[in-house]
């Protein structure tokens, strides 16, 4: 009976959720008294998405309209990396916003290192990116997982595959 569980730490968002939110916000830029003329896009990419409008004022005002509408659909406001303002043509601004997925290496061994040091009986393997922790008992399990979510890493941590 010396069997294990485990579970393993990612950082993903569901992309349906965040198409959703994309569409929400392209509504609201239109509908928008203030934002109506201002010409203003936002796309979504692969793994970006592209803002496209006349004024860094706007594109304030684009950005709270993003961070409502994903935290109203439980994505994370980590996933967002706001890229640098570049000028467009026609006095316009664009900025990229890269989309967060996966734990980079360096976070993976930060996570590795802190349930190492401080949970003897339980294992953090690196595995791409993710992490997998496994222990003999669930409650263990049940208490680093309590124990991450204490911890604010720059990534949104997820704990799936939990065996």
Request: glycine content about 4%; hydrophobic content about 35%.
């Amino acid at each position: 009976m010396a069997s294990t569980f485990s579970f393993d730490i990612v950082s993903d968002f569901d992309r349906q959720e965040l198409v959703n939110a994309i569409d929400q916000v392209n509504r609201d830029v239109n509908s928008r008294y203030d934002l109506k003329d201002t010409k203003t896009e936002v796309e979504l990419g692969e793994q970006s998405i592209t803002v496209s409008t006349d004024s860094e004022f706007t594109l304030e005002s684009v950005h709270n309209i993003l961070r409502e509408k994903a935290a109203k659909r439980n994505l994370s406001q980590k996933i967002f990396e706001f890229g640098k303002v570049e000028s467009a043509s026609g006095n316009r601004v664009r900025q990229e916003i890269k989309l967060q997925k996966g734990i980079s290496q360096e976070i993976a061994k930060q996570i590795s290192k802190l349930i190492r040091d401080e949970f003897k009986k339980i294992q953090a393997s690196i595995q791409g990116d993710a992490v997998r922790v496994s222990a003999k008992s669930k409650d263990e399990l049940q208490t680093v997982i309590q124990r991450l979510k204490q911890e604010d890493y720059p990534v949104a941590l997820q704990f799936t595959n939990y065996r």
